[in-house]
Antibody, heavy 120, light 107 residues
Framework: QVTLQESGPALVKPTQTLTLTCTVSGFSLSTSGMRVSWIRQPPGKALEWLARIDWDDDKFYSTSLKTRLTISKDTSKNQVVLTMTNMDPVDTATYFC????????????WGQGTLVTVSS | DIQMTQSPSSVSASVGDRVTITCRASQGISSWLAWYQQKPGKAPKLLIYDASNLQSGVPSRFSGSGSGTDFTLTISSLQPEDFATYYCQQANSFPLTFGGGTKVELK
């Protein structure tokens, strides 16, 4: 059974760096073709794709956020980590990690999400 | 970036109604489109991929069509569990982008 679980701080202050961890099970991050993305959703708003990391360590980022994002993985821990620098209140959102489907650039399994609030 | 525009933003319907949601891409994306259903406080659930292929386990009352820039999601007979928000997502090119969502509400 494929599961993904996000973890990280619920509250960060403006200008701080956010670090989120996605722990996966039921598949290996080192298996050829495996890819994991981060997606966020501000309260009451639409989904926004942030970044993706592949089994071979290829990385892709949102155009508008690429200067602030870093995605990495620790295969031995089955974890994908997202860091976002210079946090602002507009970054308040639920952050999801999701597995990319074998059918293309879409998401067939999701974590339950973690709400991050940016406030002083 | 490819912009995805959904309409309507909300629709009021009754159980048994046929509901159609549209999604338009700002440039051609072939059939690289997915639809998701999201209920409050939950993660999105994949319904349809490649514009018209039903994800395993999804009821057959859901269907998708379209190619190029114009796509539709149809629920043939709305069930109580279908009241939710629906999102389209283009899977053609990076950065991946989602539509603004369509909320299906009880009339």
């Amino acid at each position: 059974q494929v599961t993904l679980q996000e973890s990280g701080p619920a509250l960060v202050k403006p200008t701080q760096t956010l670090t989120l961890t996605c722990t996966v099970s039921g598949f290996s991050l080192s298996t050829s073709g495996m890819r994991v993305s981060w997606i966020r959703q501000p309260p009451g708003k639409a989904l926004e794709w942030l970044a993706r990391i592949d089994w071979d360590d290829d990385k892709f980022y949102s155009t508008s956020l690429k200067t602030r994002l870093t995605i990495s993985k620790d295969t031995s821990k089955n974890q994908v980590v997202l860091t976002m620098t210079n946090m602002d209140p507009v970054d308040t959102a639920t952050y999801f990690c999701a597995r990319v489907s074998g059918f293309g650039e879409l998401f067939d399994s999701w974590g339950q999400g973690t709400l991050v609030t940016v406030s002083s | 970036d490819i912009q995805m525009t959904q309409s309507p933003s909300s629709v009021s319907a009754s159980v048994g109604d046929r509901v159609t949601i549209t999604c338009r891409a700002s440039q051609g994306i072939s059939s690289w489109l997915a639809w998701y259903q999201q209920k409050p406080g939950k993660a999105p659930k994949l319904l349809i991929y490649d514009a018209s292929n039903l994800q395993s386990g999804v009821p057959s009352r859901f269907s998708g069509s379209g190619s190029g820039t114009d796509f539709t999601l149809t629920i043939s007979s709305l069930q109580p569990e279908d009241f939710a928000t629906y999102y389209c997502q283009q899977a053609n090119s990076f950065p991946l982008t989602f539509g603004g969502g369509t909320k299906v509400e009880l009339k």
